[in-house]
């Protein structure tokens, strides 16, 4: 190895050999030069961080500029690659017989209350239902979870105030059935004041996006076949992380994600997958991120997207480039300082957190201060 090969170079190495998580970015290893250092020229010994040593006894120039020891906040960060689309996966099945006479188009954002499809021309209706899916008829005197979400529904579609229908009551009485009748009579429906199986389907969001149809208008309708999937419309970016990463990453940790335009927006992940999947030898878990301003991820579908998890973030630390770490001959870590006489010396260090992005790492040694003048190679 040449005495000018430069620090960056050997960090490539070192990163060849290391893990690919925080800890590998904290074991980050920087090649140095140890030995006399004389402007315009050094006699060094280069230092293999897997314990080969070399002994190189040429005398070249070595190019070097000046940084400062800074003071602030870092943070260490997952870079990943990931897919903006929409939250969530449901199946709409079908619990009535007859034609299909109306299907929504993919892409098309359905709200509670509204007609989802139709059957031998008469209404299905979504309502959001987190509970359970429809399975019986539903009338007046009934009760069950199945009439909670319903007496929910009607409520928060504003066919009965909360003062009339206890949106938590799983009965259903009078109220139940006016609103009920209420809501038959906006959608064209027969207004019989009950919930026959087959007229409403429920799902968890309040409104959905249709994103695929697996049937056409005048296809047989059958009791129980599932012949659409919807999303929600809430945005989210999905990150297929490697396995042994997954302790890195936490819900709750910052994220900034790169958009296909270039632009870069906040989010925070929601969840970390717990069930690893294989796949072509890699083996990944799903990390699922909430964009923080949904509106300017746009309204693009599985588009690839940048994402930076701020896995850990220390505040008000020393700093220094990382290309301004030496690793010393008998193991650990120096900088060399110029002081205000111009004398250099070299100030023993222990490393904290690497930033990568920022290109810092978090230092401590005695007598290192902020906006001491360190040596680094020149760019």
Same mark, same amino acid.
């Given at each position: 190895?040449?005495?000018?090969?430069?620090?960056?170079?050997?960090?490539?190495?070192?990163?060849?050999?290391?893990?690919?998580?925080?800890?590998?970015?904290?074991?980050?290893?920087?090649?140095?030069?140890?030995?006399?250092?004389?402007?315009?020229?050094?006699?060094?010994?280069?230092?293999?961080?897997?314990?080969?040593?070399?002994?190189?006894?040429?005398?070249?120039?070595?190019?070097?500029?000046?940084?400062?020891?800074?003071?602030?906040?870092?943070?260490?960060?997952?870079?990943?690659?990931?897919?903006?689309?929409?939250?969530?996966?449901?199946?709409?099945?079908?619990?009535?017989?007859?034609?299909?006479?109306?299907?929504?188009?993919?892409?098309?954002?359905?709200?509670?209350?509204?007609?989802?499809?139709? !059957?031998?021309? &008469?209404?299905? #209706?979504? %309502?959001?239902?987190?509970?359970?899916?429809?399975?019986?008829?539903? @009338?007046? /005197?009934?009760?069950?979870?199945?009439?909670?979400?319903?007496?929910?529904?009607?409520?928060?579609?504003?066919?009965?105030?909360?003062?009339?229908?206890?949106?938590?009551?799983?009965?259903?009485?009078?109220?139940?059935?006016?609103?009920?009748?209420?809501?038959?009579?906006?959608?064209?429906?027969?207004?019989?004041?009950?919930?026959?199986?087959?007229?409403?389907?429920?799902?968890?969001?309040?409104?959905?996006?249709?994103?695929?149809?697996?049937?056409?208008?005048?296809?047989?309708?059958?009791?129980?076949?599932?012949?659409?999937?919807?999303?929600?419309?809430?945005?989210?970016?999905?990150?297929?992380?490697?396995?042994?990463?997954?302790?890195?990453?936490? !819900?709750?940790? &910052?994220?900034? #994600?790169? %958009?296909?335009?270039?632009?870069?927006?906040?989010?925070?992940?929601? @969840?970390? /997958?717990?069930?690893?999947?294989?796949?072509?030898?890699?083996?990944?878990?799903?990390?699922?991120?909430?964009?923080?301003?949904?509106?300017?991820?746009?309204?693009?579908?599985?588009?690839?997207?940048?994402?930076?998890?701020?896995?850990?973030?220390?505040?008000?630390?020393?700093?220094?480039?990382?290309?301004?770490?030496?690793?010393?001959?008998?193991?650990?870590?120096?900088?060399?300082?110029?002081?205000?006489?111009?004398?250099?010396?070299?100030?023993?260090?222990?490393?904290?957190?690497?930033?990568?992005?920022?290109?810092?790492?978090?230092?401590?040694?005695?007598?290192?201060?902020?906006?001491?003048?360190?040596?680094?190679?020149?760019?």
């Amino acid at each position: 190895m040449s005495a000018t090969q430069s620090p960056t170079e050997e960090q490539e190495a070192a990163q060849a050999h290391g893990d690919e998580g925080r800890s590998g970015r904290r074991g980050l290893i920087v090649a140095v030069v140890v030995g006399i250092l004389i402007a315009g020229g050094v006699g060094v010994v280069v230092v293999d961080p897997f314990g080969r040593e070399k002994q190189d006894t040429t005398t070249e120039t070595t190019e070097t500029a000046l940084a400062k020891v800074t003071k602030g906040a870092l943070s260490a960060r997952t870079l990943e690659n990931g897919t903006l689309g929409f939250a969530g996966d449901y199946q709409v099945v079908n619990k009535t017989n007859g034609t299909i006479t109306e299907l929504p188009s993919v892409g098309k954002v359905i709200p509670q209350g509204k007609v989802l499809y139709r !059957v031998d021309g &008469k209404p299905v #209706i979504l %309502l959001q239902g987190p509970y359970v899916p429809a399975y019986r008829d539903l @009338s007046w /005197g009934m009760e069950g979870t199945d009439v909670r979400q319903l007496n929910a529904a009607l409520v928060a579609l504003k066919y009965a105030t909360k003062s009339r229908i206890d949106p938590d009551s799983d009965y259903f009485g009078r109220q139940t059935y006016c609103a009920l009748k209420e809501l038959q009579k906006k959608v064209g429906a027969e207004e019989t004041g009950e919930l026959p199986v087959g007229q409403a389907v429920f799902l968890p969001p309040e409104e959905i996006r249709i994103t695929k149809v697996n049937a056409v208008t005048g296809d047989k309708a059958a009791g129980g076949g599932a012949f659409m999937q919807a999303s929600s419309t809430d945005r989210q970016v999905t990150v297929a992380l490697n396995a042994n990463q997954q302790a890195d990453v936490a !819900v709750g940790n &910052k994220v900034t #994600i790169t %958009l296909p335009n270039g632009k870069s927006t906040p989010g925070v992940v929601s @969840s970390v /997958g717990k069930v690893a999947t294989k796949e072509n030898d890699k083996t990944t878990i799903d990390v699922q991120i909430k964009p923080s301003n949904p509106k300017v991820t746009g309204e693009l579908d599985q588009a690839p997207v940048q994402v930076a998890i701020v896995s850990d973030t220390v505040e008000d630390v020393l700093s220094v480039p990382v290309n301004a770490l030496l690793a010393t001959a008998g193991g650990g870590y120096a900088v060399e300082v110029v002081d205000p006489s111009g004398e250099h010396r070299l100030v023993a260090v222990k490393t904290g957190l690497f930033d990568d992005s920022a290109g810092q790492v978090e230092v401590t040694g005695s007598g290192l201060e902020v906006d001491q003048k360190i040596v680094v190679p020149s760019s």
